[in-house]
């Protein structure tokens, strides 16, 4: 793959930081060109419009944070339950600062485009579901170790972690803040004890 031109990619950063603070609606292409410092002649050089913008977004978002979390270091662990508590309280440390700077872009633009811009809410299906995959290796691998027996799948328990940290960055943005955010993910981190039957260290 050919790499991308320098102003495509100020246009798609620009687009991360813009549509997570203001939402998609409320981002024209005006403050997208004003935050990449670009005129919007270099905007339509290379997308059709904000929804195709919006689309490349998604794919740029899962592009940046999938380099992220691959480089994180919740993979050390030889058990994979641990990997899973890692990963877990890695995302709970991301929580720091306001809103914009820690919510998921996917999230943050499906809610808003669902049902008018198929394109873009499949953009961000993919970009879900796709960590959403990645997680559940390491989960799948902790059910065959630790759960055998257990009567949920590891596809559906990955896609409940991305639900809970969705929530969790809907209740941020209602309170203007991370501390109801952490919260939630450490109640996940309570379940996931509870499901792999898994006293956390410290505990009796």
Known sequence: MAPLHESRIRLLDAA???FRAKGYA????E???TAAGLTKGSFFHHFAGKEDLAVAAAEHWSEVTGEL??????HAPEDPLDRVMAYVAFRKALLQ???????????????????????????CEESISCHAAEVAKDIAAARERHAPDAPWSADSL????QAVL??????????????VAVGCVEHLERYLNLLFNRHP????
């Not at 979390?69 to 919740?74: D, L, M, N, Q, V």
């Not at 809103?99 to 809410?121: D, I, M, N, S």
Request: aromatic residues 10%; hydrophobic residues 45%.
């Open 158 to 161: 990955a896609l409940f972690t």
């Open 97 to 123: 600062g306001r809103p914009a700077e820690f919510t998921c872009l996917a999230g943050t633009l499906v809610q808003e485009t669902f049902e008018t811009h198929p394109a873009v809410r499949e953009a």
């Open 201 to 204: 260290r410290g505990s009796s």
């Open 16 to 18: 991360l930081a813009v």
């Open 166 to 179: 969705q929530g969790a960055f809907i209740l941020a943005k209602a309170k203007v803040g991370p501390e």
């Open 69 to 74: 979390f691959r480089s994180a270091p919740y």
């Open 26 to 29: 409320a981002t024209r292409i």
């Open 31 to 33: 403050d997208i060109c």
